[in-house]
Nanobody
Framework: QVQLVASGGGLVQPGGSLRLSCAAS????????MAWYRQAPGKERELVAY????????NYPDSVEGRFTISRDNAKNTVYLQMKTLKPEDTAVYYC???????WGQGIQVTVSS
């Protein structure tokens, strides 16, 4: 019933931008906080962006603060991650999550390389 379908990602040059999307269904999206995580090879999955249900509050770790922006369109049941000034260390598999529960979208590969 609960579905999170992620799209976007791919190969991008250092300094470039990329936008990820996650379409949600099967739960009351408008009342729920959402988040994006990533997992690099050999590392644990980490939170990279959080957004409250109304989009009023967002949180980012220092590693992406000022470069990544999470947003949502509740009319479309979609959450986005706009990534700018990408660095090689941003290379990872990215996942969207219904924050309050263990529901995840499929992983999306983001590779930042020349």
């Amino acid at each position: 019933q609960v579905q999170l379908v992620a799209s976007g990602g791919g190969l991008v040059q250092p300094g470039g931008s990329l936008r990820l999307s996650c379409a949600a269904s099967g739960f009351p999206f408008n009342t729920q906080a959402m988040a994006w995580y990533r997992q690099a090879p050999g590392k644990e999955r980490e939170l990279v962006a959080y957004i409250s249900s109304a989009g009023t509050n967002t949180n980012y770790p220092d590693s992406v603060e000022g470069r990544f922006t999470i947003s949502r369109d509740n009319a479309k049941n979609t959450v986005y991650l706009q990534m700018k000034t990408l660095k090689p260390e941003d290379t990872a598999v990215y996942y969207c999550r219904w924050y309050g529960f263990q529901y995840w979208g499929q992983g999306i590969q983001v590779t930042v390389s020349s």
